[in-house]
């Protein structure tokens, strides 16, 4: 079977879409699949990563004009051109890759980009966070929390199924493998641990935000803390800079390659509130969550009203609202509360149900 996904990653974009599809491409590669990935040459693209994951990648032309056309996704500019251009140059690609399967994560497209790609001898599944716009496909994914079919009931077919919620969380193996061990060491964990993480790009300098409320903050000067950045985040100099002024030790790792186990021996995250919830969820890790994007106000607040983490706002707000909310977790027992609310929304298995939605399609 040939998979190939069309996605992006960029400094607006970010790159979870990006990871999300790498960990469905390897398990579909465990069963006998052979997948491309499709990507357009945006700032900050991953086409590096996906290669050294052991997929091939076509990098389509550098971006240019951006035209939705009427009406437009609200994220239509994230495409960097029309939406018409862009499925004229992958259509070509799929046909002589002889697609099965085409994966579509993007907010920039919608029904008439996935109709205009659409053939009877490929499936198409569209990746969602959104619910915002239609879509012409055979499976639709959505893993975020509190959603559910209702919310893309007038923007599908009838016939499509829709896998909504985080049962369906698209995370990389090692995440499942790590959650016996991640979640026992919390039995009567303490605040000696703290993972800082704001996604691959953190765009607003979000750590930068962290690192100054952490040093204002009654935080045991024991605590160890930990910063993680992608390699396409373009303060890692400042962080850095920062990070060596500071009156406590702070590591600053960059583009690491085991970040299951970095959240697995973490006692608390300050995260963004995107798709690394998943990861975090499943492994127990209570978190403090972190508004990077309008899309990811919902998840936040869905997260928070769950008990799996405390919201802090945007980063502007981060310095007025963090002290307080360590505080509140080096309460008794509030960690533990959190981390049980937290693994009760993933288990690690969603990739298998996802692949076993797949396979129903006739």
């Not at 002889?98 to 996935?114: I, K």
């Amino acid at each position: 079977m040939k998979v190939c996904f069309r996605v992006d990653a960029s400094v607006d974009i970010g790159s979870g879409h990006v990871m999300r599809c790498l960990a469905l491409a390897a398990a579909l590669r465990l069963g006998g699949a052979d997948c491309h990935f499709i990507c357009r040459d945006l700032p900050g693209h991953l086409t590096g990563a996906v290669r050294q994951h052991g997929f091939e990648a076509t990098l389509l032309k550098p971006a240019g004009a951006s035209f939705g056309g009427a009406p437009a996704p609200a994220h239509a500019a994230w495409l960097g051109c029309r939406w018409q251009d862009d499925a004229a140059e992958v259509a070509p690609l799929l046909a002589v890759l002889q697609a099965d399967w085409l994966v579509v994560d993007h907010y920039a497209l919608d029904a008439r980009w996935e109709s205009m790609l659409r053939r009877d001898s490929m499936r198409l599944m569209v990746i969602d966070d959104l619910a915002d716009r239609a879509h012409d496909c055979d499976v639709l994914l959505d893993q975020n929390l509190g959603r559910t079919a209702a919310h893309y009931r007038d923007l599908l077919a009838p016939h499509c199924p829709v896998l909504a919620g985080p049962a369906y969380a698209l995370l990389r193996p090692e995440f499942g493998a790590l959650r016996r061990h991640s979640l026992a060491r919390r039995e009567g964990a303490e605040l000696a641990r703290v993972l800082v993480n704001m996604g691959g790009v953190d765009q607003f300098n979000a750590t930068a935000a962290v690192l100054q409320a952490l040093a204002r903050s009654d935080l045991a000067q024991q605590c160890a803390i930990s910063v993680i950045m992608g390699l396409n985040a373009p303060w890692i100099g400042a962080i850095r800079t920062l990070a060596a002024n500071a009156a406590r030790p702070i590591e600053v790792a960059v583009n690491v390659s085991d970040m299951a186990l970095r959240m697995a021996e973490s006692d608390l995250a300050i995260g963004a509130a995107g798709s690394t919830s998943w990861e975090r969820c499943c492994l127990g890790l209570p978190t403090l969550v972190v508004v990077l994007a309008p899309n990811q106000a919902g998840g936040a607040a869905a997260l928070e009203h769950a008990g799996a983490a405390l919201a802090l706002g945007t980063p502007a707000q981060i310095g007025a609202r963090l002290p307080a909310a360590l505080r509140h977790m080096g309460e008794g027992g509030a960690l533990a509360a959190m981390s049980m609310a937290a693994r009760a929304l993933v288990d690690g298995l969603g990739v298998g149900r996802v692949l076993a939605a797949m396979r129903e399609v006739p």
